[in-house]
């Protein structure tokens, strides 16, 4: 096991778990020694890392070789990296499960997104230790999936976005872009997260609708969208003009919020 994997603040750390591993961390990427390009052992590595900076997927810096965490997950997405890819003796994948908790309403100031860790085998909590995309913990050093990484992202990108732009518009964004990338990620959320959803149709179709008034026929427009929830059209009706944003209950004590951007395309 690593005793200094993360220590210190800002420093890079070796991982030695087998002579063949040669990578640190950084909050960046992976980073590997300039000097490999001079040890005879690894002449491999550093032939592929210079592919790598070649195509533009890693930065050469003064004394090391950086491999951003988006470059790495884009090479183990690409087959043609496939054969090349055990050069860079990536630790393996961890089975870690995300759990989502919130703090706050999404109409708050204070909204907050935090982010914890479950033991997919018995759901118990986990403690672990992360820089970057790599976690330590009982498991060992382990290299979050791609799909979590992402989710991570889109955490901090909330929380960022709301020290610049306070707000319940701020919220429900940020809010339904990490739900997306929960549900890829398979990441567990509480009660409240759970039934809240917040979905910005791309596109909206008029549907005609006859009804009677009186005795005289009257041709509506329903507006409908994919996704819509179940009780969306009662809520549109509920308006004479059509609003930027609607909240919407459901049976199952679901709350769905929909935003309408003035410029959304409408079709029939």
């Known amino acids: 096991m690593l005793k200094r994997f993360f220590s210190g603040k800002g420093q890079r750390t070796q991982q030695a778990v087998s002579a063949s591993v040669v990578w640190s961390v950084e909050e960046q990427g992976l980073c590997y020694s300039l000097s490999l390009a001079s040890d005879e052992a690894h002449w491999q590595l550093a032939a592929y890392l210079d592919q790598l900076f070649e195509e533009d ?108 732009s306070p707000g319940e518009m701020t919220n429900q964004l940020g809010w339904s872009n990490i739900r997306k990338l929960a549900k890829r990620a398979g990441a567990g959320m509480d009660g409240f997260l759970d039934k809240t959803v917040v979905v910005k149709p791309q596109s909206l179709k008029l549907n005609p609708r006859k009804k009677m008034v009186g005795t005289t026929p009257v041709i509506e427009l329903d507006v409908a969208f994919d996704g819509q929830p179940s009780n969306w059209l009662a809520s549109f009706d509920a308006y004479k003009q059509v609003q930027d944003s609607y909240r919407v209950p459901s049976e199952d004590g679901s709350v769905t919020h929909v935003l309408i951007e003035p410029e959304v395309p409408v079709g029939l």
């Open 57 to 164: 997927f890693a930065s050469q810096l003064s004394d090391r070789w950086l491999v951003p965490w988006d470059s790495l997950y884009h090479l183990l997405d690409d087959p043609e990296h496939a054969s090349s890819l055990p050069l860079l003796g990536l630790p393996p994948l961890s089975k870690l499960q995300p759990q989502l908790a919130s703090q706050g309403s999404l109409a708050e100031a204070g909204f907050k997104v935090f982010q914890t860790w479950r033991d997919p085998a018995n759901g118990a909590s986990v403690e672990v230790q992360r820089r970057g995309a790599v976690v330590e913990g009982a498991a060992g050093v382990e290299l979050l999936p791609g799909a979590v990484w992402e989710l991570l992202q889109a955490v901090r990108a909330l929380h960022a976005t709301q020290q610049e």
